[in-house]
């Protein structure tokens, strides 16, 4: 079907004025008069509106049925210049693509974002998940640039596993079997399941994303995640997507400075290529967010010792819910009082406690700590989980008999130690937690299409 997109009749509008042209989109608003018609039309190429002007004496009565809200249309006609200053088309033909029945959801200007959550394939036809997804997607594009210009390896990991990279016991179970009273074991279960052992959703493309860097010094991975976390929280869905870089031959000291370096650069795209969007956020989600977002990227981000930010909380002028003594996890109140109200931009914890952290880190010459970072940012709390990774074998043998884990799972893994083991890092960026970030949405759930949680799915 032969059109224009609206983002480019509007964004070049010099070029169109005085032309023919034919535009299709969904009904937003629809206006009737004695002598005149007007319709607001949405193509999602853009936040903008294209008014179609109908003048009845030239032109019969319009359908009534492309002047209903949510109705698709193909206007042919006259681009010219608006009143406002802006462009407009004078219809010249209009042709219905789909009814839309007085039913349809969107008939009021403004929903409660926890109302459209029940309708998300509805949803991405209001400006603000107009505005979501085309950053989404501008913001993925950044990612891909940013590594593959550097010229890391883009790996695509398996997103079907048989380890479990953070051990937090947050996997799916992969299974082909149904509950089933024939097994007496779970060993004899799961040798008679498809994969002949236990296989899960992986939560992590970080130990096979070790298995590429270790051959290809820099690779990146960027897919989907899986994690059976029974917490409801504004922060977490089951299925995220998560950006691995993994670097050989770098120290934490240099994984952070790629991780700040790569913040700043999807950020600064996102401002260049989505003004009218960030402006969108601005008005009505987070005041002050452009100035944010600018401010990110002229400053440093703090860096901060675990033991200093345990210093600083334990004499914070604030009741915590919970409790802040040295070795204990931070909770989001925590690192949100650091981020947002000590230091008001992004902040690095580094070297956490090995108890609380996973075992493949690095353990630091204390004894106590490992070389691990989160990275915090006001509003969301933890966006980034980095670390070195622990390149002695014996070590890592150690720390994985602490946490009783099995060593026969773990084979490949153990092997990159034994082969040229090399100091190496990495972290994950939860993708729709930096994108809370930048658009000031508050709920992961409206960050993604088919948001998937606890007891939720569809
Ligand atoms: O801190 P995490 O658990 O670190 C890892 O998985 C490492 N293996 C990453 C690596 O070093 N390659 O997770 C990394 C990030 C978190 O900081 C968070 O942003 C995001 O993944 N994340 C989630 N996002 C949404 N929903 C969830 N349930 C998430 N769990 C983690
Ligand atoms: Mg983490």
């Known amino acids: 079907m032969k059109h224009t997109d609206i983002k480019i009749i509007t964004s070049d509008k010099e070029n169109y004025l005085g032309r023919n042209v034919t535009v299709c989109g969904w009904i937003r608003t629809a ?29 019969a009565d319009p359908d009534p049925e492309t002047m209903k809200l949510g109705a698709s249309v193909r206007v042919c006609g006259k681009a010219v210049e608006s009143r406002q200053g802006g462009v407009e088309i004078e219809a010249e033909e209009i042709h219905l693509l789909g009814k839309c029945p007085p ?17 998300p394939h509805i949803r991405t036809r209001t400006n603000t998940f107009n505005a979501i997804f085309r950053v989404r997607s501008v913001m993925a594009d950044a990612i891909h640039r940013y ?32 509950y089933n009273k024939k097994y007496n074991s779970a060993e004899e279960y799961y040798a008679d399941d498809f994969f ?91 005041k002050g967010l452009a100035e944010k977002l600018e401010n990110l990227l002229t400053q440093d981000f703090a860096v901060l ?37 000590v230091f008001n931009k992004p902040v690095f914890i580094t070297n956490y406690p090995k108890d609380i952290k996973s075992f493949y880190m690095k353990q630091n010459p204390d004894g106590k700590t490992v070389a691990a970072t989160d990275l915090l940012v006001p509003g969301v709390g933890e966006i980034i989980g980095c670390s070195e990774r622990e390149a002695d074998y014996d070590k890592l043998v150690d720390a994985m008999k602490q946490r009783n884990m099995n ?18 890092s990495g972290f994950g960026l939860g993708f729709e937690r930096i994108l809370m970030y930048v658009t000031g949405i508050q709920n992961i759930r409206d960050v993604i299409l088919y948001p998937r949680t606890v007891g939720s799915i569809r």
């Open 31 to 59: 206006r009737d008069s004695k002598n005149m018609a007007f319709l607001e039309i949405n193509d999602g190429t853009t936040l903008k509106h294209l008014q179609i002007v109908i003048d009845k004496g030239r032109f």
């Open 103 to 119: 039913d349809y959801p969107l008939q009021k200007k403004r929903h409660t974002l926890e109302f459209l959550r029940t309708m």
């Open 147 to 178: 590594f593959q210009e550097r010229g890391y390896v883009y790996v695509h990991t398996p997103l079907i596993t048989g380890s479990d990279c953070e051990g937090a016991g947050e996997m799916f179970k992969v299974t082909t079997i149904g």
């Open 196 to 286: 002949g052992k236990r296989a899960g959703l992986s939560v992590s493309g970080q130990l096979e994303g070790e298995v590429a860097a270790m051959a290809f010094s820099k690779i990146y991975t960027f897919g989907p995640s899986f994690r059976a976390e029974k917490s409801n929280t504004p922060r977490h869905v089951a299925e995220f997507w998560h950006v691995e870089p993994e670097v050989a031959f770098a120290e934490l000291e240099d994984i952070i400075e790629i991780a700040e370096e790569m913040i700043k650069y999807i950020v600064s795209e996102t401002i260049k290529k989505c003004p009218d969007e960030i402006a969108f956020f601005a008005q009505h989600f987070e």
């Open 305 to 341: 010792e675990y033991t200093k930010a345990i210093e600083i909380l334990k004499s914070a002028d604030k009741d915590f819910q919970y409790p802040v003594e040295w070795g204990c996890d931070l909770q989001t109140e925590h690192e949100r009082y650091i981020t947002e109200e």
């Open 407 to 424: 060593l026969d799972d773990y084979a490949d893994y153990l092997d990159l130690r034994k082969y040229g083991s090399v100091p190496h």
